[in-house]
């Protein structure tokens, strides 16, 4: 399975689990259908690209930093659409995109090497 | 050094009692390797019951012709196991138990017969252990055979002025002679005079190293004492 | 003839010293004597540079013949054999230049460094033991640590040598098995006071008085090891559980943090937001 796989899945659930801790806010529960599905698709992107980020470069500490930089924007992006809940969408947002990125480094195969010849 | 005279019985190096050949011969061993044997334990045997059992000449040397009459019997080296342990050690033991006997046999209390090792008057410079010296004599003797062989080949082949350079140089008491000085006087070459130590050396070791092949039990006691022998 | 204790031991001195005229080698000082024979140093004159000369009786030259086939980075290259004037034979060999194995570990180095040794020592017997020869006489005497990180395994013994009591294997004909229990010992050996209980374990089932209860074979060990220094668990050795989750805390050290900071974040949120 390669990064960008990994990054996909676990990107997916990560980003659905996220998406159903929306529960514990009683004002939201509501919507729990559609945050979940965009909590997911979130994740994906966001395992989508730290998994390419990860094929080429092999460096744990940033896989973190861009995964976490990539969930914090990602995460924002809904926050601005719905106008509130700012905190609750961009912190764990942050975290799961830590851990995104932290996978896709450690699991999967890399790119190939490329022969010059 | 022991200049004893009075050992002179068994003491000569290279031959033993002639009492002792008989008495070998009749007893129906391996005529050749009992007399091997022999001939290179006899003073060995003799210094180690002389230290280990605090006896005096007299009584070492009645000791020591009556366990090689009794204890070379057949059964000797039948009873010889070389995967136990090496001949050496195997003949020493048997040496103490015979002694051991003997003083039994004899009803002997402590009359400076006591099976304890004793501080004789002419005791041999620096000592040691009996188990020490019973080595260091067997060392000693089998280097006097052997030489005795050497010596014996030399003469035997012409080559006296190998044999006198060698006597001249290895043999020497105290200081040595140069290689030049040995040259001068032998008139040749100093490079002959390292040809011919390094032939006699040679020949030294391979004679050793055969009497010895003859005194032991197999590849392994050999090379277990050709260690000892040389460290 | 009588001969003093001064001329017996000149002559024993002078006797047993090899004559290397007609070889390419000047005689060093000596360095040991094994099982097999005697080492010296020797400077060879055509190549202009130290090796170590191993000199034994001719009875025993087939083995070493035997030896000298090996070829492993952990076993001490061969150059040259030969047969002496006096009808001994020789093997020229590289004079190593290091500390034996009891020295280096006397030094006090880090578990790392000692593993490190440990490992090419076993990575030298499970080559040797694949072309079919033994050691028989694995002991730390035998093995040299260089001063550039070099691990040679020296001296192999022989059919009839015997091994040193404390690293023997108690069984009476040697296979496979004993080298195991000898590597066994030598792992005992180089683990310091307060080592690791799974090493320790690792140790005591190599060094079984039966030899169906150790390890089947040299690289079992080596791969117990690795598994040791990766933080997994050891056949060898049975954790408690607490144990166990501490070993598995530390290999995944990182997403335990991360797990963590994600939960303490919601409760963190859980908890401020409605106030």
């Known amino acids: 399975m390669n990064k960008i796989f990994v990054g996909l899945i676990f990107g997916a659930i990560l980003g659905a689990i996220d998406g159903a801790t929306a529960w514990f806010t009683p004002d939201v529960r509501t919507m729990m259908a559609s945050i979940m599905v965009g909590s997911t698709i979130k994740g994906m992107l966001v395992g989508l690209l730290s998994g390419w980020f990860a094929r080429k470069v092999d460096s744990v500490q940033w896989g973190i930093l861009l995964g976490s930089v990539l969930g914090l924007a990602f995460a924002y992006a809904v926050a601005a659409l719905q106008q509130d809940h700012y905190l609750e969408i961009m912190l764990p947002g942050f975290v799961v995109g830590a851990i995104v990125g932290f996978l896709t480094q450690k699991m999967g195969t890399p790119a190939p090497v490329k022969r010059t010849s | 050094m022991w200049g004893d005279a009075d050992t002179a019985i068994g003491g000569t190096g290279d031959r033993f009692p002639s009492t002792q050949i008989s008495l070998i011969e009749a007893a129906g061993g391996e005529p050749v390797a009992l007399e091997r044997v022999a001939s290179l334990y006899w003073k060995p045997v003799y210094k180690f019951i002389r230290y280990k059992f605090g006896k005096n000449n007299e009584e070492a040397k009645d000791l020591t012709q009556g366990f090689f009459a009794s204890a070379l019997e057949r059964d000797f080296f039948r009873r010889f196991d070389a995967s136990k342990a090496g001949f050496r050690t195997y003949l020493r033991l048997a040496v103490e138990r015979y002694a051991a006997n003997r003083h039994e046999a004899e009803g002997r209390q402590k009359r400076g017969g006591d099976i304890e090792p004793v501080e004789l008057e002419d005791t041999v410079a620096g000592g040691g252990s009996p188990e020490e010296i019973f080595f260091q004599e067997w060392r000693r003797q089998l280097f006097a055979l052997a030489l005795e062989e050497l010596r014996a080949e030399c003469q035997g082949a012409g080559k006296l002025t190998e044999w006198a350079v060698f006597e001249a140089y290895d043999l020497a008491e105290g200081e040595r002679p140069s290689y030049a000085a040995l040259a001068q006087l032998h008139g040749v070459a100093e490079t002959s005079i390292t040809n011919y130590l390094a032939w006699a050396r040679r020949r030294l070791r391979a004679l050793v190293t055969e009497r010895l092949r003859g005194v032991t039990g197999g590849a392994r006691d050999l090379r277990e004492e050709l260690r000892s022998l040389w460290s | ?48 540079r130290s090796v170590a000369l191993k000199v034994m009786d001719a009875d025993w030259a087939g083995e070493a013949r035997l030896i000298a086939r090996l070829e492993h980075p952990g076993i001490v290259p061969v150059y040259e054999s ?109 683990l310091p006071e307060a080592a690791p209980a799974a090493l320790q374990a690792i140790a005591a089932k190599a060094m079984n008085q039966r030899p169906e209860d150790r390890y089947p074979d040299v690289p079992a060990v080596l791969r117990e090891v690795e598994r040791f220094q990766d933080g997994l668990a050891v056949e060898a050795y049975a954790e408690t559980w607490w144990q166990r989750a501490r070993r598995f805390a530390r290999r995944n050290e990182v997403l335990l943090w991360l797990l963590a900071a994600y939960a303490a974040v919601k409760f963190l949120l859980f908890f401020w937001r409605p106030g």
């Open chain 3, 1 to 48: 003839m009588e001969l003093s204790d001064s001329t017996l031991r000149h002559l024993c001195e002078v006797v047993d010293q090899p004559d290397l005229s007609g070889t390419r080698y000047q005689l060093g000082e000596e360095l040991g004597r094994g099982g097999l024979g005697v080492v010296y140093a020797a400077h060879d004159t055509q190549l202009d």
């Open chain 3, 82 to 190: 030969g047969v002496l004037p006096d009808g001994r034979v020789f093997y020229a060999m590289k004079l190593v230049d290091g500390m034996r194995a009891d020295r280096f570990a006397a030094v006090g180095p880090p578990l790392g460094e000692r593993l490190r040794v440990l490992l090419r020592v076993g990575e030298a017997l499970a080559y040797a033991h694949s072309t079919g020869v033994l050691h028989r006489d694995l002991k730390p005497q035998n093995i040299m640590v260089g001063r550039f990180g070099e691990v040679y395994v020296m001296d192999w013994a022989v059919e009839g040598v015997g091994g040193t009591p404390a690293f023997r294997a108690p069984e009476a004909l040697a296979d496979q098995r004993s080298d195991v229990y000898g590597f066994g010992a030598l792992l005992r050996f180089l």
